[in-house]
């Protein structure tokens, strides 16, 4: 299980606007990095990874594996901002 994670410049400064103890939902997430990411460093108290397509939800979920934290994101599969539960997000990532 991997434990330290580098994000590119750009997701960095994505990241690094998050506010500490959001409910983040990543929308579009593709790999999963920034979910796994927050998750790993203590930033958010509950995150959701979404993606339209399954193959990108399934990077985002081997991503989270990788990192042994997939038990603590709730990866969805929708379009935009439909599969999330009302209340669940009070911060969003669309990058």
Same mark, same amino acid.
């Given at each position: 299980?991997?434990?330290?994670? #580098?994000? =590119? ?10 506010? /500490?103890?959001? &409910? %983040? ?18 930033? #958010?108290? =509950? ?10 939800? /399934?990077?985002? &979920? %081997? ?33």
């Amino acid at each position: 299980m991997k434990t330290q994670m #580098t994000l =590119s410049p750009r997701l960095a400064a994505v990241a690094a606007c998050i506010p /500490q103890g959001s &409910r %983040l939902a990543d929308i579009g997430t593709d790999h999963g990095r920034i979910p796994v990411w927050c998750v790993l460093h203590h930033v #958010t108290s =509950s995150t959701a990874a979404s993606d339209i397509r399954e193959l990108p939800l /399934q990077r985002a &979920r %081997l991503t989270a594996e990788a990192y042994g934290v997939s038990n603590q994101i709730r990866f969805i599969l929708a379009p935009g901002l439909a599969g999330l539960k009302a209340g669940e997000a009070d911060a969003v990532v669309m990058a």
